[in-house]
């Protein structure tokens, strides 16, 4: 029985992997799930225990847990954040290198959105700056805008990513559960520390493989910094991106399909339209277009967009478009905003499934697949539900809207999309997109020949009977059989740079507050200050504790001695008084007595 | 003898400057000199000659605006670098603050040194000053420029027989389109202004200036100064009515501090605000609760993608009502306020006062010594808050 051990970032990537992962179980392999974060906002942490319950060969576990997380990284640069304490703990060398490994990750991640191909794309260069401490964009804003500068900064920042050493933590873990193969997803998180990971099964010889998880993953987020020993990834599109634009050899990438979405190709409608239409609030005798909602990061703000776009429907004044219903399908990650949504203001129209639907609730997933094929049509920003519907043979569009830019032409994956190829029908101005519904919905052979060319070059570049589950399954059990790669220990430079490096780590440390450099200057010496005023109230307290009521005592006791010896001497002088006095009336009586004698 | 340099390109702004200098030079008795780069302001002063300065003089005067402003400039720097020095010391005490092994008392008084810092640095806002817009201004727009935008009106399809109403909203374009059509049935016309959206219908009797640009800002001064009253959502506008003394109807306000009008003439209604987390609408009297100006401030000045609050624009019922109320306030002079009315102001100056130590965007937009505005919330929601 071999091992596999899967690092995904948190249990929502389950999502991507869950059919692969069983049929991996089923086959004899032991997979054991790791995680980096634990989630459980969406139902991802039920996800986890339900794969765990379906199979003994399926383990879910936390992955060790790391001193200075992107997290706490991030946190620390947060101006406004209200922490106090940071004093109490002393930082180790671990967080130091954590920092720098951080620092470094986000800086290439950075420089990447300053290649020509990412013009438009100031959103995602924006994404990037902000969880770069303050003083980097300061330095690089200005700097990284030339292509050589960007190339000499970038062999620097791989020079020290070399430096920096794994975890032992990590080294630890992956020797306990020495796999024989290892998944890593998402890895291009911006600022990723799933690098790690790449870098301690290097070292140890072990055998790795990045799973590229979605359709955006290789153009807007980060870089795959340190290249594992495969790439799994869905089509040859992004066989193309991991080359372009990670670098990545060809040899090493393995193209497989999307298994995400193999299930819906095996789906049928879980009930009959007319009941599907009662239960969402829609009227079953006419058709209706399915509006579906995108990220928060395409569309923050979305409602005025969809509202603006249910007005322009109701009043296009063309009857087949104005008499559509519209079925509103928020992101399921980026559905609160759509308790603002008043959907009685507009006649026919109606969101499903409601806000706040756990997306594990019994029969989510089939009232998404129903809502879709269904639909007359399914309009949205940029989605992967726009996938989904040319899957299914829908009639797909979108609207340019400025607001939205960001997420469309701002990123290079829309262009899949609405590009050469494209299945969806882009649109800029809601005028011109209800012209296009008004034609579009019709039945129109050549489109659906469209979204058939576009599904096997995107979704199933094996062929459309072939299911990409089995295909991903078999790539994995193929990569796994090539056994493990040649250990990497440290080289003796690597070993030498890491002494200078520490100070680097340091600096890295420091600057990841984000504070100006009075500050780093200011600190000893106000803390200097601090300890000393401590030293005098601690000095104070023990005066007040210990010192005082010593000299109290001290003063009571020799009062106290003082009283009684005084109290002790004037006994013994009454005493001696008396017997004095006595002695003296004796020898007196005695004297009188001898005269009278005489 | 009073410099102004207004800024054309921001309406408001401009607007507000010269009020405040027209009020400040009728009590200083001094005249008004503007130094205007580009297009003109076409107004006049009641009683205070506004001067436009030509050859040497201005030559002149601009040295001594570009000396002042770079005084002004030198200490916005000063105070900015003062703030960010405070903010980083009191951060540079919290770090020690939760030092659990120093000595409680040290850390007592490191708590309150480091409090102390923030209140001094949170005290200095540039508040907005609405004592000293409150009176009606004695601002008025030059005839022949009158004549000349009226001409250009009438071009426009804006003719005299009809009463005007500048209507500036970017509301649910359904809602947009139903409120145009009522000012119309009602004998408006309407001049829509302000950013286009896409999908507003524009019957018979509305002017559309939203795709028209660039609009000058001399045309939409007296666009707002030749309405009846105004409709607007952007506190812009409404300040620009400030400029002109046109009745201003400010509706889907999300804050009720910016929003409150100064003067009488001035209605407001508030967005339906609803807590994202819980789905529940939130009450007016929580729009004016710390937690919820928290969050404004997260949204506005830290460019948090949501809060957690979502609004809803006010209804086409709403907004039909607020007309009515701002018709019947400027039929009878706004002498009807109600009790809740007035009960809702006494609310928001003691929420301000109370929140003003706290927080700066109440302590800018809040209460002037008390007073929050003459103005009042719509009718039926201030019925509701009670």
Redesign the interface.
Known sequence: MSRILFLMLHPGFIRYYEGAIQMLAASGHEVNLAFEVSRDKLGEDVTAQRLAASSPNIRCEPAPDRTESVRDFLVRSDRDAMRTGDERRAKSDQDAWESLATTVRLIEDYLRFFEPQFRDASTLRGRVEKRLPRVYPQLLGAAARPAAARRIMRAALGRIEAIIPTVDGIDNFLRERNPDLLLVTPLIELGSQQVDYVKSARKLGIRSALCVASWDNLTSKGLIRVLPDHVIVWNEAQAREAAALHGVPPERVTVTGSQTFDRWFAMRPSRSREDFCRTVGLDPSRPYLLYTGSSVFIAPDEVPFAERWLTALRYSGIPRVTELGALIRPHPANSRQWYTFDSAAFPNAAIWPPVGTDPNSPGFKEDFFDSVYYSAGVVGINTSAQIEASILGRPIFTVRSPEFAHGQEGTLHFQYLVGDGGVVQVATSLAEHVKQLDSGLEGDPGRDERNREFVRRFVRPHGLDQPATPIFAQAVDAIRQLGPTAPHPDSWWVRAARVPGRSLADAALALAEGRPGWVYLMRQPMSLAIQTAALGYRLSDQWQEHGRPTIKRMRRAAQRSWYESSRWLSHRWHRSKKKLLRVTRDARGTARRLVRLR | MLLLRPDVSQPARCGIDLVAAAAHARETGGAIYLLLDGESIPVSVDGVPVITPHGVHRVWLSAVWRTASAARDVRAWWRHVEA?VT??WR??L??????????F??RQR?RSTAEASIRRVRTETNAFPRRMLRAPSAVSLSPDFVEEARSQLTALGITDGRPLVTFES?T???IA?AVMDFLVSEGYAVARIGPS???V?CCDGVVDLTTRAPRPLSLEMFLVSASAFIMCESTDVQQLAYLVNTPSLTINARDPFVAYPVRTNGLFALSAA?D??S?QPITIGDMLTQPYFRDLHKQQV?GR??GSH???DN?VEELTEAIKEMRAGIADGWASESETQSRFRQRVVEAGAALAPISAHVAEWGPDDGFIGDGRLVRFQADRVS
């Open positions: 960010s903010r980083e951060r540079e919290r770090r020690h603050i939760g030092d659990e092994r120093l000595p008392e040290l490191l970017r649910r374009p359904d389109a959206t896409e999908g219908r609803i994202l987390e789905a830290r993608r949501r979502g609004y809803r209804t």
